[in-house]
């Protein structure tokens, strides 16, 4: 059992205040949460194969929302200055990284005919006439696509200077992936447009952690469309298997990876917001796959139905200890959510307060 206390104001783990300066195993309190230690273990998944946020030994002790492990650092740094004044380290200082996901380019565009018929049929059995009306003028090109907000991000990522990278899920169809196809001139167009104000990615399907082969093959695609070297990569569904995913993406030539953090509850999957490297703990090997800690997704803050002002607040907080500890903090957000349709109204805006309070 991994025993956890309170010290400094904060937890730890591996308590020991017999042979120890700090108090506890920082060496292995590091260890153990870095290297994801408990999701080798037998677990029992959710219904799309993830591990679950509240399995996690940080859920259950109530520090999941807390990057413990760079607080555990700064600790350990603040006692090696005591013992050893001459001592020096390197700086670091707060970023931020903007991401998004893009799992459907278009609301409407792009859409085969039998896809066009199929969906307004569905809308005139549920009597949505609005989406009905929204469709024809959309592809009548009297108006905008709904989810083409892309205009949007793109001056307030350039106007604000942001770090931002867009991942483009070019899989095949499938149940979890019903993206536009990747033959689509759209599709082209839009990689085109976005790779020249910010970082692209590939986002490999939900498949992928099943079918690792596919991972190479959508990484090309985009490599194809955009005529750039791909190494960034982002699982759909936050999906992976450890060490076997992080193992597949490093032989498709990925060498950092952003899906390290829960979609259902925000907080630090690997208890840090600092980028680390990937170590094989079933093969006992370091890698050099480059995780980088996602902070939040907005949707395990839309699925919680809790008022807008407390999800800002939770956000205005996450960015506050992420500042603390100098580390990186890093968003995931959908075209669509920031769309500012009906059942998306406000996200827009929370993503704008996100913003002002990082800059």
Known sequence: DVIVEKKYETKVLFPNDTSCDMGFDIFSAVFFMVSRYEEYLPFIPDRYGRYNATDTLAYKNNFLHIPLVDIWIDLFRSILQKKFPSIEF???????????????????????????????????????????????????????????????????????????????????????????????????????????????????????????????????????????????????????????????????????????????????????????????????????????????????FINSKRSKENILQDIYQLIDEVKKVNGTFISIWHNHTVSNTDEYSDWRNIHNKMILALL
């Not at 194809?224 to 193992?247: A, C, D, M, V």
């Not at 060498?255 to 990937?278: C, I, L, N, Q, V």
């Open 90 to 300: 390197g700086a670091s200082s707060f970023n931020a990284i903007v991401t998004y996901d893009i799992d459907v380019a278009y609301k409407f565009k792009g859409r085969s005919f039998n896809k066009m018929a199929g969906a307004t049929i569905k809308d005139l059995l549920k009597f949505n006439l609005k989406n009905i009306y929204n469709r024809i003028q959309t592809l009548s090109n009297n108006q905008r696509d709904p989810w083409d907000v892309y205009d949007y991000l793109q001056e307030t990522i350039v106007q604000n200077k942001l770090d931002s990278i867009f991942f483009f899920l070019l899989s095949d169809a499938s149940i979890h992936d019903r993206n536009l196809n990747y033959k689509n001139p759209l599709v082209k167009s839009l990689i085109g447009t976005i790779k020249f104000f910010s970082e692209i990615g590939i986002h490999p399907s939900y498949p992928t952690s099943s079918f690792p082969e596919k991972i190479s093959t959508e990484k090309k695609r985009l490599e194809k469309l955009s005529g750039k070297i791909i190494y960034k990569s982002r699982q759909h569904y936050l999906k992976f298997i450890l060490p076997e995913t992080y193992n597949s993406l490093l032989e498709a030539g990925i060498t950092e990876d952003y899906s390290m953090g829960f979609s259902d509850m925000h907080g630090f999957r690997a208890g840090t917001s600092k980028p680390f490297y990937f170590y094989d703990l079933k093969n006992e090997t370091a890698t050099r796959l480059k995780i980088f800690p996602v902070t939040f997704m907005e949707g395990s």
